[in-house]
């Protein structure tokens, strides 16, 4: 149905072999049904479009739909007549979780004019199911099972060819198909059945052919009707750019210019095609900035003739800069950058394998901090000090035990005076190892100073050295 596009509240309907596979919402509403027959639905609805079946037109949508779905994972493979699987697990923290994640896919498939039930899980064949079943996304093994288990039996393909014996078992959920023995079953139905439920359940590994996006880009979209303002050119463009981010994406390149051709009308009336150049100053790879640059100079453009297609191509494509090699590149580096690039680094590395200090609440030096997962934030007002502190740029741990003479700490063989101090510093009384210590500035003759303390007034520890 959407290879054809038809009209908002258009009544229309697809067949194969005189029976209807495909509604729109407005033949529904008249009373058509899927598996009608072509009679059947001309005596209930005799405006209604019937449009036979077009598989080729599907598989191209279907292509469309991969290359622009590229932008969100090269682990992307198609799944005959009517799914992609996309390996989003790398991706998640990146877009910011899977419900952000979903939106973004669905506005991309919005872009090129198509909708799509969306499945989530830790396994394809599961995600896949539950797609079909217009069931909510699972992302660990155990929630999938019982989502799973709800379905009805006739979504998975493979029980089909069983169905009327599964159905005299009172199988009709999938859950009482996996109750069934695995014996029994698979002398039955064969392997295909039980191998295709494993998958499902994450009982047996999966293997996928990747999509692989095309040398080079050029997308062309044959419009529905005569075009004679530029702003009807939009959805064409936004279609059109959607599926050239994808394929930058998938083939980690960017953009210095790109051309949108504009034919016009053929035969006697021909008029040669309009061509619109773009060349940028940085390569871009994102729609949303593609789409602008060409709304701009199509507001600014007067057409010569009615557009009846559109055509985008991609040249002069370019690596995307490398990072800097400094921790923090200036200039041009801000906040949002390092979050972006963190965020890349964690959904590339896993979470636990990027770290950043942090502040911790406690005034003892050595719990005063901790390393933690790049994407966790703490709250500035549980772990900020309450005022300016004087403390080393160097924390030794564990703190170095020194001699005394003179009544005077000794490091390094000299006798060090104490500039400033004391500052008590003690654990909570909730603390199971209880500390109490009274930290000095110290000073040797050279001018280099030191952080001290001793405890309960006993012997002498350098703590810490200032720059």
């Known amino acids: 149905m959407q290879a054809r596009r038809p009209e908002p509240g258009h009544c229309c309907a697809v067949l194969e072999q005189e029976r209807i596979v495909a509604l729109s919402p407005a033949a529904c509403q008249a009373g058509l049904e899927i598996g009608m027959r072509r009679a059947s639905a001309l005596v209930l609805a005799p405006g209604a479009e019937l449009l036979a079946r077009d598989a080729q037109a599907e598989t191209r949508r279907l292509h469309e739909a991969a290359l622009a779905l590229l932008q969100y994972t090269p682990q992307l493979a198609l799944r005959e007549p009517d799914a992609l699987l996309l390996d989003v697990g790398a991706s998640l923290r990146l877009f910011r979780g899977p419900r952000a994640l979903a939106r973004r896919v669905r506005a991309s498939l919005a872009a090129l004019g198509l909708h799509g039930r969306l499945g989530m899980g830790p396994t394809a064949q599961g995600a896949w199911l539950l797609a079909r079943g217009a069931a909510a996304g699972a992302l660990r093994l155990d929630s999938l099972a019982r989502r799973l ?38 002398r039955r139905a064969g392997p295909a059945l039980l191998l295709a439920l494993d998958r499902a359940y994450g009982q047996a590994s999966e293997a996928h052919r990747w999509f692989a996006p095309p040398p080079r880009f050029a997308a062309r979209l044959e419009l529905m009707d005569y075009v004679e303002h530029t702003h009807a050119l939009m959805d064409a463009a936004g279609r059109l750019t959607e599926q050239l981010s994808g394929w930058l994406h998938g083939c980690r390149r960017a953009v210095r210019a790109i051309t949108l051709t504009l034919e016009h009308e053929r035969g006697r009336r021909a008029r040669p095609p309009s061509l619109l150049t773009l060349a940028m100053a940085e390569p871009v790879w994102h729609s949303r900035h593609l789409l602008g640059l060409l709304r701009e100079r199509l507001d600014r453009l007067e057409l010569a003739a009615p557009v009846i297609a559109v055509a985008l191509s991609a040249h002069e494509t370019v690596e995307p800069e490398a990072a800097s090699d400094t921790l923090f590149p200036e200039p041009g580096g801000n906040a949002a950058d390092h979050a972006r690039l963190l965020d890349l680094l964690a959904a590339r590395l896993g979470p636990e394998a990027v770290r950043q200090a942090a502040p911790q609440a406690d005034h003892r030096p050595e719990v005063a901090n901790h390393w933690q997962p790049a994407h966790h934030r703490a709250r500035a007002r549980d772990s900020q000090p309450a005022g300016p502190l004087d403390r080393p740029f160097w924390l030794v741990e564990p ?4 001699s005394e003479r003179g009544h005077r700490p000794v490091y390094q063989g000299q006798p060090l005076r104490l500039v400033r101090g004391p500052e008590r510093i003690e654990s909570g009384w909730w603390d199971a190892a209880q500390t109490q210590r009274d930290y000095f500035v110290a000073e040797d003759e050279a001018g280099a100073r030191y952080w001290l303390y001793r405890e309960h007034g006993q012997r002498w520890f350098l703590h810490g050295l200032y720059a």
């Open 399 to 402: 703190a170095r035990a020194l």
């Open 149 to 186: 288990d709800t379905l009805p039996l006739d979504l998975l393909p493979e029980t089909q060819p069983q169905a009327a014996w599964l159905q005299g078992l009172g199988c009709s959920r999938l859950a009482e198909l996996r109750a069934l023995p695995r014996g029994g079953l698979q």
